[in-house]
């Protein structure tokens, strides 16, 4: 089903399983295969191509090249109907690629809103993406992994399967994560280590002076104090129960995972 009002150049080649909403612009030579639905005023540059199972939300902009939707690269994967989810107000530059999930995890891989993903950025099966996250040039998502909200990754930094980040964490260009990466916390170097929390990106986004110094004393907590995760978090839930920021970093620790970055 196509909407009256979508833009679809005649060199575009559009499944008649493709729901295309209103406002929907698809440009020359893309190819949209199978069960994908395009929410409205989304943009869809030329030379890319989009396979089903795969929803896209409302006002995307696709840049030309990219492989949206396309089967994972799990060798478990036997073609089974897995899907990919994206959500709203997302920018994908070029020659990104976004796969579907497997039936062996999520059976669904999920992108948030609001994500800037830059040129040549990997998504890979069942990965999700909270909101307003930025991956630079050629950042790279392996299977499983989870990535909060207001995550930054830097150009050419790579996350192991199973991997964690929290929300506001910061990512440095060219770093290896083999590890879990703990809400707040600036992460850098092969393998990544630990760095401090991210000031700047905190007050940027309103936090406090006095919360962004009491994330810095929980950041102490975990780091400097020779403290065990488990001893870590009784100190950290006393926190918590004076500043309701520290309660992300309790729910991060108590949650299981590879470990975290030391």
């Keep these: 089903m196509i ?69 994972c690269q799990d060798l478990k994967y036997k073609n089974e109907p897995t899907r990919l989810v994206i959500g709203d107000d997302n920018v994908i ?5 976004m796969h579907r999930g497997t039936v062996q995890g999520h059976n669904v891989t999920t992108v948030g809103n ?24 050629n950042a790279t998502l392996a299977g499983h992994v989870v990535i909060g909200n207001y995550v930054i990754f830097g150009g050419l930094s790579a996350i192991h399967q199973f991997g964690r980040v929290g929300d506001h964490a910061f990512i440095a260009g060219m770093a290896a994560l083999n590890m879990d990466v703990p809400p707040y916390v600036m992460a850098a170097g092969h393998y990544a280590k630990a760095h401090g929390i991210n000031r700047v990106g905190l007050l940027r986004r309103g936090f406090t002076e006095e919360q962004v110094n009491t994330l810095r004393r929980a950041y102490m907590v975990i780091y400097h104090q020779h403290n065990t995760i488990e001893q870590a978090l009784v100190k950290l839930r006393e926190m918590a129960a004076q500043e309701s920021a520290v309660q992300p970093l309790v729910d991060f620790l108590e949650a299981s995972g590879r470990g975290i970055v030391r």
Aim: one cysteine or more; proline letters at 5%; glycine letters at 8%.
């Design 3 to 71: 909407d009256p009002t979508a833009k679809i150049d005649p060199l575009a080649k559009v499944s008649a399983q493709a729901v295309i909403g209103p406002n929907v612009v698809i440009k020359a030579h893309v190819i949209i295969e199978g069960e994908v639905t395009i929410g409205e005023d989304t943009v869809v540059e030329p030379f890319c191509v989009l396979r089903g199972p795969t929803t896209i939300g409302k006002r995307n902009h696709i840049y030309q090249f990219c492989s949206i939707g396309e089967a």
């Design 93 to 97: 530059r070029e020659h990104c690629t």
């Design 114 to 137: 609001h994500n800037l993903f830059m040129v040549n950025v990997h998504v890979a099966h069942d990965c999700i993406i909270g909101d307003n996250c930025i991956f630079a040039n």
